[in-house]
């Protein structure tokens, strides 16, 4: 049986990455989301949970004795060092767990694997095929500041911690415009339809 090709899902902040990953996974296919899956070992993890507090100290814990993640945001926002480090720590850990989630992915033409680093982190080398979401940057700072209820400022430290969307967009096979103007099913329908037909012309059985 042939492997499932490896499809990189990313875009900007905000610009609609798991929305775009949530139609793909109606279309029955399986998407790894990498922030979710890195928060979750952010909460989970001992290791990562020591050398956190090795590196910036106890008042990155809370009263249980987790990981505050508000306080780790804070300081790795507004740091664009200090983020880095954190990733170093987070990242080699994130990248076990994908290889492990993918093993598990049979019978399906491709996966997605949606990141807002993707490109950023070099992950992108591993991949198939990439998707960058794109959408303009006023949408996509309102509709951050909605969902997550912060303000402006807040966003745009997190967005200048990102490469640029015009940067980003460079890296792309597929890109799916996420404006008002134009429908996200059908964009991601066509690439559906194109990488089943590319998954098909693949010789190589153990791609
Ligand atoms: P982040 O970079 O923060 O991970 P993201 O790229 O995954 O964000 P989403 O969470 O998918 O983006 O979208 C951001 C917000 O905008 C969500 O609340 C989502 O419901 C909303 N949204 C996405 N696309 C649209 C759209 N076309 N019209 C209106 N709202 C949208």
Known sequence: MKKPLQIGLTGAIGSGKTTVAKLFETLGIPVYYSDDRSKNILQNNTLVKNKIVQQWGNSMLDAQGNIDRKALASLVFAQ???????????????ADDYQLWLHQQKGVPYIVKEAAILVESGSHVHCDKIIVVEAPERDRLTRVMARDDVNEKKVQQRNAQQMPQSEKIKFADYIIHNTDQKLLLPQVMEIHRKLIQEHGNCNSATK
């Open 80 to 94: 664009a060092a200090d983020l880095q480090k954190l990733n170093a720590i987070l990242h080699p850990l994130v």
